[in-house]
């Protein structure tokens, strides 16, 4: 049975990093955000720019300094007992020490002279360790898995004078044992589950025009950065928190597809966005390998999809919120449950996303605080084995003092199958119930406990499954 995936965190439009906990602040025309990187091979390796020390003061980034004699006296046996071999091994270390703090200086230079010329780069690491404990199709073995996103983002107008453009590209590797096989879920529990790619998985241009209020992106693109999102999902581990699995045919993670996309800021606090994408994917083609070919010539179905939503609130004092409605189809031929063929299908979704507290509303770039989201997806019950999906939770960031960056979050997700003789389902609904503890160890390195229960896996007379995921993100 085939599974339901999301975007990984990983994204830079949606997702959190690491280092990052989820955004309760205001949605509205958000721009990627990436780390600097090595890009400065390119551009040239300039004066070391000046660091911030914990009081917000500027400094200089001092080179460290290790005392390394010119010269090491010669080995000698009897210099085991006069301590000199000691002294020896712990110059030679010394110097090894110096050689890669240059080196790491080095790169922390080039990092910082990159981003400074437009060029920046950012790379996370995700890895799940999972084992049904309880029900579903095997509780034998434990299954383990990994994602390797590394992106670059180019600002046109620091690197060229190109006003408002930005190229983008993102390299994925993904590799290890499918989960859902053991637990036979339809919703997918862990949300970097693929079939093992490697990838250039999104590669586009876009352009903000009218003083920023309309914006045209054109390219490879994953279509659930753009659309359907809900920010404060970005965390949960199940694919279906993520986006509704009604979103059958969703050109996102593995297979995001060559596309054209307008959005336009109608008001300050009201938004629309419009898609086209190749819908080659309903034929068998995988688009997360492929360039634009298809999307121009055969088999040329597409993936039609717009959305109209509104904004409200500061991301302070007046808790931030949005409102999405969308609709989309696509132009391919399905094969109907009863056997008939149908020439094109179509859905809605609708997507909420709420802020109910912030700790410090004062504070900008202070992250702590409680939201929650809701979603509701439809589609065709002929073609689609997701009829009906509606799905919610919450998120609290620094529950716990002293852990301001750590994340809990608290979620639910169902999805009605369709009851259409052919479709092969002998259970009415799939609901998965999920909790999860972000310990934020390093500002760079997250470990995050998950426990999933699934009542009716797939909706094949399963047991109802128990799975624990212990999640580990490195951003770099």
């Known amino acids: 049975m085939p599974t339901h995936h999301t975007t990984p965190p990983t994204h830079p439009e949606k997702a959190a990093t690491a280092a990052q906990p989820p955004t309760f602040t205001r949605i509205h025309g958000r721009v990627a955000a990436h780390g600097a990187a090595l890009l400065a091979v390119a551009v040239g390796v300039q004066d070391r720019p000046a660091l911030a020390d914990s009081s917000g003061d500027a400094r200089t980034a001092a080179e460290p300094h290790l005392y ?56 996370t ?48 590797n993904q590799n290890g044992e499918d989960g859902s096989a053991d637990v036979g879920d339809f919703q997918a529990y862990s949300n970097i589950d693929a079939d093992g790619r490697t990838e250039v998985a999104e590669l586009w241009f876009e352009q903000f025009l009218a003083d920023g209020g309309v914006r045209i992106k054109a390219g490879k693109v994953d ?55 190749d819908g080659a994917l309903q034929e068998g083609v995988e688009t997360g390998t492929r360039g634009p070919k298809t999307f121009f010539g055969s088999p040329g179905d597409w993936f039609v999809i717009g959305e109209a939503g509104v904004l409200w609130g500061d991301g302070g004092r007046e808790l931030a919120g949005r409102l999405g409605v969308g609709a989309w189809g696509h132009t391919g031929t399905f094969d109907r449950f009863d056997g008939g063929t149908e020439n094109g299908t179509a859905g809605y979704y609708v997507v909420i996303d709420q802020t109910l507290w912030r700790e410090k509303p004062d504070i900008e770039d202070d992250e702590q605080g409680v939201g929650v989201f809701f979603q509701y997806g439809y589609a065709d019950p002929h073609v689609s084995e997701a009829q009906h999906h509606v799905g919610a939770g919450v998120v609290c960031v620094g529950a716990f003092p002293g852990r301001d960056a750590d994340v809990f979050g608290f979620g639910a997700s169902y999805v009605r199958f369709t009851d259409k003789t052919g479709a092969g389902f002998t259970d009415d609904a799939e609901t998965a119930i999920e909790a999860f503890y972000k310990a934020q160890l390093l500002p760079w390195v997250s470990v995050k406990p998950d426990i999933q229960y699934i009542a009716n896996p797939g909706g094949v007379d399963l047991k109802d499954a128990v799975v624990g995921t212990v999640r580990v993100e490195v951003a770099f």
């Open 125 to 172: 690491a995700t890895a799940d360790w999972s084992a049904n404990w309880r029900g579903g199709a095997n509780t034998a073995g434990s299954s383990f898995r990994h994602l390797f996103n590394f992106n670059i983002t180019l600002e046109l107008d620091k690197l060229i004078g190109w006003e408002g453009g930005t190229v983008f590209m993102n390299f994925q």
């Open 223 to 277: 279509a659930n950065a753009e659309y359907a999102y809900v920010d404060n999902g970005g965390e949960f581990i199940n694919s279906s928190m993520g986006f509704s699995p009604t979103f059958f045919v969703l050109p996102t993670y593995p297979d995001p597809a060559m596309s054209i996309n307008i959005a336009i800021d109608v008001t300050d606090s009201v938004y629309v966005k419009f898609g086209l994408f």
């Open 68 to 123: 390394i004699p010119t010269a090491s006296p010669p080995y000698r046996p009897e210099a085991h007992k006069e301590g000199l071999f000691h002294e020896k091994i712990t110059r030679d270390a010394a110097k090894s020490i110096d050689g890669w703090t240059q080196l790491f200086n080095s790169a922390v230079d080039a990092r910082a002279n990159a981003e400074k010329h437009g060029a920046t780069l950012d790379g």
